[in-house]
């Protein structure tokens, strides 16, 4: 039987800003990436490119933060299994930064891709 309580909209929002606010103040990678996402935040708004553009833009930040917060979560369930050296928790956090490797690597590319085909509206 698994350990959860029932679900209550209120107490699982509860529990998910905490866990927001818990790995704003305990992760750094995260605090870099929220600080960059919020000043690309205010990019987004201030060109001139359709609403379907803008939502791509906005999805691929918002993908850098959500694979970062994927990986501190597995760095933290490795490290509560085993504080040793271990060839396969390694292995395990490894996969957690390509995830975020990979979501950097979108983002660049759409952010690319979009602000090239409308470079003339833009600048």
Not at 8 to 21: D, E, P, R, S, V
Not at 26 to 42: D, P, R, T
Not at 63 to 72: Q, T, V
């Amino acid at each position: 039987m698994r350990n959860q309580p029932k679900y209550n909209l209120f107490k699982n929002t509860i529990y998910a800003l905490k866990g927001l606010k818990d790995i704003i103040q305990n992760e750094s990678s995260f605090k870099i990436e929220l600080l960059l996402a919020c000043v690309m935040g205010i990019i987004i708004v201030c060109i001139d490119v359709t609403v379907v553009e803008k939502l791509l833009l906005f999805i691929t930040l918002m993908g850098i933060l959500i694979a970062e917060a994927i990986n501190s979560a597995i760095e933290r369930v490795v490290d509560l299994v085993t504080l040793k050296h271990n060839k396969m928790a390694g292995r395990a956090k490894d996969v957690g930064s390509a995830v975020v490797f990979l979501s950097i690597i979108l983002c660049i590319s759409v952010w690319f891709a979009i602000f090239y085909t409308n470079f003339n509206k833009i600048f």
